[in-house]
């Protein structure tokens, strides 16, 4: 298969896999446990997490799309193998820090992240310069949630254990 129609199939799965993680778990804004934290200063506002998202999502599909595309490719399985369990890893934040209100597994979760992004980055160059070009964004995206996910667990140290305000609940009786 041509790497357009490899992109068909990998962008839109991308993005929609990580609109479904973020949905699932209730993140963002409207979240209540999550409004009842106290953020750091250089919180972007709520609008800006599902602009970047979709923006990084669609880099990450078009990135493998290309590792998938690149037929001989020495490593190419590796690359692949490694950018889908990074993948898995990166759809499993929502749910763990949202959900859960776990903020520390969270850190630890992006973590995991950077330093596998980190191993794939020079791993994809190797198989196709864009491809890992593609993933900077990504990986300095994935510094700075590092940065925000680390003083979210300094500001708020039993995170966990917060409740909304009465009035913040999600339950309506209409």
Known sequence: MSFARIALITVPATVLLGTLSGMLSNSGDENPWFRALEMPSFMPPGWAFPVAWTTLYICLGLSLALLIASHGAPRRGAAIALFLVQLAVNYSWSPVFFGLHQVEAGLALIGVM??????????????????????????????????????VMVLNPDASKVAPDASSTDIRLD
């Open 114 to 151: 950077i330093v596998m992004t980190l191993i794939l980055i020079p791993l994809a160059g190797r198989i196709h310069k864009v491809a890992a070009l593609l993933l900077l964004p990504y990986l300095g995206w994935l510094c700075f949630a590092f940065a925000l996910n680390y003083q």
